[in-house]
C-alpha cells in the first residue's frame, strides 16, 4: 500500500460516528427565492440553514464559511463564473470550507473546469472538517493539476480523533471526467486524515460514488 493509499484507508469506522442530522427544508426554488442574495432564506444554522437555489448563492457560502447550508433546488453552474476557466473552485488551502452542506438529494449540473496549471481543482478547493452529504455532481467535465477532482480538491478530514465524530462526507454521486496531474481522483483529489485512515472501500461503504473517467497517471476511482 502506498503513502496516498495509506491516508486514504477505513468511512466505515468514520461512518459509525454520525455528524448531527441537518434540518428538515425549509424553502423551495422559486423566481424569487433563486434571484434573492446572499442566499434564498435562513439564517445559517443547522436548525435553520441558509437556502440555496442558484450558482451566484452557491458561490456567497465563502462569504460565511462555518454556516450550514442546504440545496433547495438543482442548480446549473455552466455560466456562473463567466471565464474561460470555468467555475472558480471554492474557498482555498489556505481558507478551507469548514461548514455544513446538503444537497437534499438535488444536484450540481454542468460543472466546468479548465484549470491544468492549479493544484487542488474540484467545485471546493478545500475543505477542513466539512459535513457535505445528499449531493449529485452531474456532467462533470474537470481539468486540473495535481490532487484534482470533482467535490473536493484538498480534502482534511480530522486533524485528532476526538473530533472524528463531527466530521461526515456521505450519499455523494459523482458523474462525468476528471483529468488531471497526480494523485488526482473521480470526488476527491487529496485525502488526509489522521485516524480512521480512508479508503475508496469506506468511502463507498458511506453512499460516495463515481460514475465516470479520471484520466491521469495513476487513475483513483473515488480519492
Not at 434564498?40 to 440553514?49: F, V
Not at 440555496?52 to 457560502?61: M, P, T, Y
Not at 478547493?125 to 481539468?143: F, K, M, P, W, Y
Not at 481522483?185 to 465516470?212: A, C, M
Request: glycine residues 12%.
Amino acid at each position: 500500500m502506498n503513502a496516498h493509499a495509506r491516508l486514504l484507508s477505513t468511512l466505515t469506522s468514520l461512518a459509525l460516528f454520525a455528524a448531527p442530522a441537518l434540518a428538515a427544508p425549509t424553502g423551495s426554488c422559486d423566481a424569487a427565492a433563486s434571484g434573492k442574495l446572499p442566499f434564498a432564506d435562513g439564517t445559517g444554522t443547522p436548525e435553520d440553514p441558509y437556502g440555496i437555489c442558484s450558482a451566484a448563492q452557491l458561490r456567497r457560502i465563502e462569504l460565511a464559511p462555518k454556516a450550514s447550508y442546504q440545496l433547495w433546488g438543482d442548480i446549473d453552474v455552466l455560466q456562473a463564473d463567466g471565464a474561460v476557466e470555468g467555475w472558480r473552485p471554492l474557498f482555498s488551502n489556505g481558507t478551507p470550507f469548514p461548514g455544513r452542506l446538503d444537497g437534499m438529494g438535488h444536484s450540481i449540473n454542468n460543472l466546468r473546469i479548465d484549470r491544468p496549471r492549479e493544484e487542488h481543482v474540484a467545485l471546493i478547493r478545500a475543505c477542513t472538517g466539512c459535513v457535505i452529504i445528499d449531493l449529485e455532481l452531474r456532467s462533470v467535465q474537470v481539468v486540473g493539476g495535481s490532487r484534482s477532482g470533482a467535490l473536493i480538491g484538498d480534502y482534511i478530514v480530522a486533524v485528532e480523533p476526538s473530533r472524528v465524530a463531527t466530521f461526515l462526507i456521505s450519499g455523494i454521486t459523482v458523474s462525468g471526467t476528471v483529468t488531471g496531474g497526480e494523485g488526482s481522483g473521480g470526488v476527491f483529489g487529496n485525502v488526509y486524515n489522521v485516524f480512521p485512515l480512508l479508503s475508496d472501500e469506506t468511502f463507498l461503504n458511506s453512499g460516495v460514488r463515481f460514475k465516470g473517467t479520471v484520466n491521469n497517471a495513476d487513475p483513483r476511482s473515488i480519492g
